[in-house]
C-alpha cells in the first residue's frame, strides 16, 4: 500500500498524500472487517491503531510479519490491541539502529504465542538480544517454534521445554560464541533441529539434549571439521536421535564411513539422507556409496547429493548394489549450468530398471522441485 500511495501521490501532488492514506484505510480497516494476518513492510510509519474500527479489525490478529525498518510507535501501537497474535516473523535487513521498545512490548502482551521466527542479517549489539531473551522466556510454555539468529546470551533456552521446532543460526558477525548456553538444557518433545554455522560443541550439546524424538536434522557446521569433530557428531547423532526421518550433513569432511555405517544401522527409521561436502575435491564419495548400498536401513530411498566431483563408475557400482531395494528418488545439485550428458545418461539406464523411481538435476538448491521429492 505504501508504494502504491508513494506512486499515486507524484501525480496527484504531494499535499494529498495524507488524505489519500486516510482514505484507503478507511476501506480496509474498520469494525465491519476483521484480520487474522498482517505483514507491514520496511518504512511504514502509520498509526494504524488509531483509526476507527482498528481495535474491532485488528484485535483478532494471529499472524504478524515485519521489516525492522518501521516506526517503533506503530508496534507500541498495536501492542495496545493485538494480544492473541501466535505467530511472530521479523526481519532485520540492515544494521540501522533499532529501538527496541516496540518490539518487547509486542511480544510481552501476547496471550498464546506459538511461534516467533527472527532473521538478522546483521547482529544488533549483545544488551538487544539479552532483553528479548528474557521477553520470549514469558512465553516459554506456549512457544512451540521458535529460530534465533543470534548467539544465545544466557541460557534461555532451557525454559523451551514444549519446543517442537527450533532453528538457530549463527550471523557471520559473531566472534564469540558461549557453547555452554546450550549444555544440559532439556528439549524432551523436540521434532525438527536445524543448525546453521554453529559451533560444533555447541551443536554437540544441542543434540545431547533431545530424548529421542528428533525425526528431522540439517546441520550446516560453521568450518571444515577435523576426523574427531566429525566423530563426535555423527556419534552424537545415532546415540540420541534413533528415531531421525530426515537427515542432512553440510560441511568439508573426509566422512568416517565406521561411524556413518554405525549412523546407518542405528537409525532404522532414516527415510531421506542429504550429503552437502562443500568442497568434495578428495571427498570418498564410492566409500559412502558403498556403505549406503550396504548397510541403510530399508526404509531409506531418498537421497539428495551435492557435488560437482561424481565420478560415473562410483554411481554404477552404487545403482548395482541398491538393485532389490526400495527403487530411490534422487536429488543431485549440481554446480554447473552443462550437466555431464554421460551422467544423465547412466541416471536413465537405471531408472529404465526400476532402481530409481525419479531423479533430476538441479544448479541450485531452490527446495523440491517436484511433488515427489518433498521430504516431509
Not at 476507527?52 to 501501537?77: H, Q, T
Not at 528431522?216 to 576426523?227: F, G, P
Amino acid at each position: 500500500m505504501n508504494n502504491f500511495i508513494t506512486e499515486t501521490t507524484h501525480r496527484l501532488g504531494e499535499s494529498n498524500a495524507p488524505i489519500l492514506r486516510n482514505e484507503l484505510f478507511k476501506l480496509f480497516i474498520n469494525k465491519n472487517t476483521k484480520f487474522i494476518q498482517l505483514t507491514i513492510t520496511e518504512y511504514f510509519d502509520y498509526q494504524v491503531h488509531l483509526i476507527p474500527g482498528a481495535e474491532c479489525c485488528l484485535s483478532g490478529l494471529e499472524i504478524f510479519y515485519y521489516n525492522s525498518k518501521i516506526d517503533p510507535n506503530v508496534l507500541v501501537g498495536l501492542a495496545k490491541i493485538c494480544k492473541s497474535i501466535k505467530k511472530i516473523e521479523i526481519n532485520f535487513d540492515s544494521y540501522e539502529n533499532t529501538d527496541s521498545h516496540g518490539i518487547f512490548k509486542l511480544i510481552e502482551v501476547q496471550k498464546n504465542l506459538n511461534e516467533f521466527y527472527l532473521t538478522d542479517a546483521f547482529n544488533r549489539l549483545e544488551p538487544f538480544y539479552k532483553y528479548l531473551e528474557e521477553s520470549l522466556i514469558k512465553h516459554a510454555d506456549t512457544i512451540q517454534y521458535l529460530k534465533i539468529d543470534w548467539s544465545p546470551n544466557t541460557r534461555f533456552l532451557s525454559y523451551f521445554v514444549n519446543l517442537v521446532y527450533l532453528e538457530i543460526e549463527k550471523s557471520f558477525f559473531i566472534k564469540k560464541y558461549n557453547p555452554n548456553n546450550l549444555k544440559n538444557i532439556l528439549l524432551p518433545i523436540l521434532k525438527i533441529l536445524k543448525i546453521n554455522r554453529v559451533p560444533l560443541i555447541a551443536t554437540v550439546n544441542l543434540i545431547e539434549s533431545t530424548t529421542g524424538n528428533l525425526s528431522e536434522i540439517s546441520i550446516h557446521c560453521d568450518k571444515a571439521l577435523r576426523d574427531v569433530g566429525c566423530k563426535m557428531l555423527i556419534q552424537a547423532i545415532y546415540q540420541n536421535c534413533p528415531n531421525i526421518r530426515y537427515l542432512k550433513l553440510s560441511f568439508d569432511i573426509k566422512l568416517l564411513i565406521p561411524e556413518f555405517k554405525n549412523l546407518l544401522i542405528n537409525c532404522q527409521f532414516l527415510i531421506g539422507l542429504i550429503i552437502h561436502v562443500r568442497n568434495d575435491y578428495n571427498f570418498r564419495w564410492n566409500k559412502l556409496f558403498q556403505i549406503l548400498a550396504k548397510s541403510s536401513p530399508i526404509s531409506l530411498f531418498k537421497f539428495k547429493f551435492y557435488s560437482k566431483e561424481f565420478k560415473l563408475k562410483d554411481l554404477k557400482l552404487f545403482f548395482d548394489n541398491w538393485k532389490n531395494r526400495r527403487a530411490m528418488l534422487l536429488k543431485i545439485i549440481y554446480p554447473s549450468f552443462k550437466v555431464d550428458q554421460q551422467l544423465v545418461s547412466l541416471i536413465e539406464q537405471y531408472k529404465a530398471k526400476g532402481i530409481i523411481e525419479n531423479y533430476i538435476f538441479s544448479i541450485i538448491d531452490c527446495g523440491d522441485d517436484y511433488e515427489n521429492f518433498k521430504w516431509i
